[in-house]
């Protein structure tokens, strides 16, 4: 049984963040795995220039390749643990594999991140 303080603390928190349109503790809360997941996943500068040159439509490996100036074999280690982890999917054409963003949510999250942190 939870106590009474603890569910008017909750009641108070769902009241405030309606109220004046603050983020809702509690949503966080629910999902605090899978956020920490995603933004760990981002936290490394070339997994994010990727999904950076991604946001603009897929790209096949050698034009992400040329894009990020990396080699070849440092780039498939990228996107493969990219697709692990749920950032990137890959479709086959021809000879070559076309990488695009997995999730609009997180092309959103992106456009946010640029937004915030790289001002004109």
Known sequence: MKSSSTEVTRKQLQKKSK???DLSV?????????ICLILKALSHPTR????GHLINGPKSVNLLVDL???????MSQFLTRMKLEGL???TKTGKS????????RLAHLLHTIQLEYCPK
């Open 19 to 21: 109220s004046n349109g």
């Open 26 to 34: 509690l949503k966080i809360q629910n999902k605090c795995n899978e």
């Open 48 to 51: 994010l220039l990727i999904m």
């Open 68 to 74: 990020c100036q990396i080699s070849q074999s440092q």
């Open 88 to 90: 990137v999917k890959s």
């Open 97 to 104: 594999q076309i990488y695009s963003i997995a999730d609009q």
